[in-house]
């Protein structure tokens, strides 16, 4: 087999990329290294890159005989979207187009495509489910939906079997720490390591669902894996339960956990929570990590 791997040198994609290695896969990674969020990029050298942008003519050939492609290159954060739109449109609707057009064009069995649970917006009352409508207030869950619907597109009318998967708010092993809007986990454990006080945005009762970063590769496997023609489909991958900003900082820093108050962010939903669902019962899929065990081990 012969998977392509966009954004195959970032945090996600990375265990993406060991996981299909570890299958026996022939990998193929497209990443331009433009991701500042990372302190680092992560490579495996059994597989082969490509120092490219997605919207790059050259990626073409990447594309040629790969049975599966695994879509993960984005401009990634909320926040940032808002000071560059243009930048976030470019990448993560023109973007995925070229690599469902590159894909179409390879004869690839399947484009499994990394969405977002910023898709539901403010709207929507948890658990979320993949049929409430969509509530975008944000350029970056704009574009998410923008590309799920373009997904489906390829689907329907030019045969590539196509699936989108919503995560809910991804952790573990290689997460971003680096500024002011990385993940909030990784966030709070930098500044834990350094002795500061965790930043908590608002009142910190705001719940999110924390998925770990083995348990989305897993969604990602199976739904390679699937021999059902899955044609545009979405499912959510979150693990169905959630936990406020407050209580994940007294799991991170127990009594040492001083917190400063920062503003409410613009465009984020005020709760979050997965119904998975259709996850579970389409693709086989369930999570395994528990938020608390993993922040115990890794401490």
Not at 206 to 213: A, I, L
Not at 232 to 245: A, S
């Amino acid at each position: 087999m012969k998977s392509v791997v966009t954004g195959g040198a970032g945090f996600i994609g990375s265990h993406v990329v060991d996981r299909l290695i570890e299958l026996g896969h022939k990998v193929e990674v497209i990443d331009d290294l433009s991701a500042t969020c990372h302190e680092q990029f992560y490579y495996n050298n059994k597989a082969n890159y490509s120092i490219l942008s997605i919207n790059d003519s050259r990626t073409r050939d990447v594309y040629r005989d790969a049975d599966y492609v695994f879509h993960l290159a984005a401009e990634a954060r909320i926040q940032p979207s808002f000071k560059n739109p243009d930048l976030t449109l470019e990448t993560n609707i023109n973007g995925t187009t070229r690599v469902l057009k590159y894909a179409s064009q390879a004869g690839v069995k399947r484009v499994i495509f990394s969405s977002t649970s910023s898709s539901y917006g403010l709207i929507n009352d948890i658990p979320l489910k993949e049929d409430m409508p969509t509530d975008c207030n944000t350029p970056y869950s704009v574009t998410k939906v923008a590309a799920e619907s373009f997904c489906k597109i390829y689907s329907r009318i030019y045969g590539l079997d196509t699936v989108s998967l919503r995560y809910f708010n991804v952790y573990g092993e290689r997460q971003p720490t680096k500024g002011q809007y990385a993940p909030i986990i990784g966030l709070f454990q930098r500044q834990a390591n350094e002795g500061n006080p965790l930043t908590i945005v608002g009142d910190g009762e705001q719940t999110r669902d924390f998925t770990h970063v083995s348990d989305v590769v897993e969604a990602n496997i199976l739904a390679m894996q699937s021999d059902q023609k899955l044609s545009g489909q979405i499912f959510n991958i979150g693990t169905g339960k959630n936990y406020t900003i407050n209580e994940l900082a007294r799991i991170i820093g127990g009594k040492f956990a001083f917190c400063k108050q920062l503003p409410e962010r613009k465009g984020e939903a005020r709760n979050t929570q997965a119904d998975n669902s259709k996850a579970k019962d389409v693709l086989g899929w369930s999570p395994k990590v528990k938020l608390e065990d993993w922040i115990g081990g890794y401490k």
